[in-house]
Structure formats: structure tokens, C-alpha cells
């Protein structure tokens, strides 16, 4: 700047030289010289307010290094804008594959972000609800009081008015942000009711054939049994330890089936051939107690895993024999139909209770 008011007074003195009048060329020098900064201010603020360019103004003397220095700086603001974008499309991105909702909150609840997720589960809409407080949205006293103590050291359960069951777990994000995951329990829910219940059902059944089985050694160290006394004794007490080996099998099967990993299903099943094989054994089962009528499409196979879809159809013949009373006529269909393969099983019994039928499908339920 020095050096720029040194070189404008040059001429200024050089014309004084010769035609006097000092001051006035020293004052029009200088004024010169306030125009022409005047002037690249003007640009200046053109190109940072108005112009939309990446490149400064071309700049001469002191505002070179200056323009210089501004596209410098605009151009790091600008890699810096990209990579925090960049930053923010991947956790966005993160989020959205999760199998949990994310809601990002302010302190004060309000809904600065939130995935798709979010939108299914929590009844959010994006971006509409931008801004809104979460509490007016999800109106529950619980959860009101959760994000008010600000104890987030455990999760909180809700169930909400649709009957889903939620775990919201809260957590501080940023300084004055909050981060909410929340997860649908409720199939663990049912799911835990439903194995409670399947166990409450086995130790009821456990607890019958064992009454029964103490109750007769008990007879008979008191009172030693023979003749039919003994053998009715000795056969219904076959029978009960039969009925605890069902149950017992019953529950291994349940266990193995939890515990196996993902199966192959592109195994050729000979269904035919393996109806035949369970057809001699519900025969051998009921002793001939029910009548059987087998109509099988010899030529329909399957493709799946072999062994799991026989548990599955002789659990489905051999529940018709086991409770059906005697007399009744079972019969067995494996037809092709409109959608494909068919398996039925049909008997004149009593039937299954009306308030099982709905939950048939849900594991551990043990129905009548």
C-alpha cells in the first residue's frame, strides 16, 4: 500500500517540477489512486455477492495477493463442504440400512432428522415433521417422562396404540443433539409369551404320566401287585412313559429346529415314496383303530430339505391319529393344483377348538 502511494506521487512531483502547483497533482494523484481501490472493491464485492464464478477478478499491486488469497480459502470451504456432505450422504446412508429407526432430535426434542424406517415404525413423516417435537408426535406419558428425567442408562419399552411394542434406547450425539434408535420387539414379545405358554403347557403334561407313574410304585412297594393288577399296572405305566418320550421328542425337535442354521432347499423330495412309508406307520400307530384313505398324484415332487418337510407332513398324520377317537376315517391328500403342490389332511373327529385355529402357525402353542 506504501509503495502504491509512493509510485502514484512520483508523476506528481515530476509535473511540479516543471509547471509548479504541488499540492494540486499530489491531490489528484492520491485521488486516482482512491478510485482505483474504489474500483476493485466494487469487483470484490461483485464477485463474492452477485457473481457466481469460482475465479476472482484479475487484481494488480495489493490485490493480488488478496483475491489470491480469498479463492484460495473458497476453494478449501468448498473441498470442505464436499467432504462433510460426502460425511453426512454416508451416515445417511448407514442409517437407512439399519434395521432399526433412527430419529436425530434436538435437547429440546425437536425432530432434526430421521430414516425410512423411522416413518414405518414410529408414524414419522419426512421432511414434513421437520422441526416438529417428537413428544407432540408420540404421545405416550412414559416415554414424555423418559426423555425428561434424561436417564438414558437403560432402554425404554412402549406399546403403542397399534399394538407394536417398541425399545427405545436414547443416547447424546452432540453437544445439543440426541440420537433415538428405536426397535420392533414385537415378535420377541409374542414370541416370549408364546414359549412361556408352550412351557407352562409341557410341565402340565409332564406332570399327569408322573403323578401316574409315582402313583403306582408307590402301590406297589406298599402292596406288591401280580396277576392282571400287575399287567394293567405295568401297561399303563408304558403308556405314560410312551406320552413323556412324545413330549420329549417333541421338545428336541422344537430345539433342533431353532438352533439350525439356514437350509438348502433345492434338495428332488420323493413325497410319494416318503407317504408310503408314513402311511404303514400311522396304520401301525392307530392298530387299527381308524381307517386310512391315501390319494397321492404318484408323479408330484417337490424340491426343499427332506428331512424338515417330513417332520412336518407325518406330524400332520400322525396328530389325525393321536387325537381323533377310534372310528375315525383319516384321509390323506398330496395333489397338484392352480398354485402348485397341495398336502391335506382331513378326519371326521372332533376338530380343533375354535380359539386355537387363529394361532395354529405360532411356535411352542400346543393346541386341542
Known amino acids: 500500500m506504501v509503495l502504491e502511494l509512493i509510485l502514484c506521487c512520483i508523476p506528481a512531483f515530476i509535473l511540479s517540477a516543471f509547471f509548479g502547483y504541488l499540492p494540486w497533482f499530489l491531490l489528484a494523484s492520491v485521488t486516482g489512486l482512491l478510485i482505483w481501490h474504489f474500483w476493485n472493491l466494487l469487483r470484490l464485492s461483485w464477485w463474492l455477492w452477485v457473481d457466481r464464478s469460482m475465479t476472482p477478478p484479475p487484481g494488480r499491486g495489493s490485490w493480488e495477493p488478496l483475491l489470491y488469497g480469498l479463492h484460495q480459502m473458497q476453494l478449501r470451504n468448498k473441498k470442505r463442504r464436499r467432504e462433510l456432505g460426502n460425511l453426512i450422504k454416508r451416515f445417511r446412508s448407514g442409517a437407512e440400512s439399519l434395521p432399526d429407526a433412527v430419529v436425530l432430535t434436538t435437547e429440546e426434542g425437536g425432530i432434526f432428522w430421521c430414516n425410512g424406517l423411522a416413518q414405518q415404525v414410529l408414524g414419522l413423516r419426512w421432511p414434513d415433521d421437520s422441526g416438529q417435537n417428537i413428544l407432540n408426535l408420540l404421545r405416550y406419558p412414559e416415554f414424555t417422562q423418559y ?52 412351557f407352562a403347557n409341557a410341565s402340565h403334561e409332564l406332570r399327569t404320566p408322573l403323578t401316574v407313574l409315582q402313583g403306582y410304585l408307590e402301590m406297589m412297594q406298599e402292596h406288591p401287585l401280580e396277576g392282571t393288577t400287575r399287567e394293567k399296572a405295568l401297561h399303563t405305566m408304558r403308556e405314560q412313559t410312551y406320552r413323556m418320550e412324545g413330549l420329549v421328542k417333541q421338545l428336541l425337535t422344537l430345539s433342533k429346529i431353532e438352533a439350525a442354521p439356514t437350509l438348502q432347499l433345492n434338495e428332488k423330495v420323493d413325497v410319494p415314496m416318503m407317504l408310503r412309508v408314513i402311511e404303514h406307520e400311522a396304520q401301525t400307530l392307530s392298530q387299527h383303530k381308524h381307517t386310512f384313505t391315501f390319494d397321492v398324484d404318484n408323479s408330484l415332487n417337490v424340491r426343499g430339505n427332506e428331512e424338515q418337510l417330513r417332520s412336518a407332513i407325518s406330524n400332520l398324520v400322525y396328530n389325525a391319529v393321536n387325537h381323533t377317537p377310534a372310528g375315525t376315517h383319516i384321509t390323506v391328500r398330496w395333489q397338484h393344483v392352480v398354485s402348485g403342490a397341495e398336502f391335506c389332511v382331513e378326519d371326521n373327529g372332533p376338530g380343533i377348538a375354535a380359539e386355537h385355529i387363529p394361532r395354529l402357525t405360532e411356535r411352542f402353542l400346543s393346541g386341542r
Open 147 to 198: 426423555l425428561k428425567t434424561r436417564d438414558f442408562s437403560r432402554p425404554i419399552n412402549l406399546v403403542l396404540n397399534t399394538g407394536r411394542h417398541l425399545e427405545i434406547r436414547v443416547m447424546p450425539y452432540t453437544d445439543k443433539q440426541l440420537l433415538m434408535v428405536a426397535r420392533d420387539v414385537t415378535q420377541m414379545h409374542q414370541l416370549e409369551g408364546s414359549r412361556r405358554n408352550f
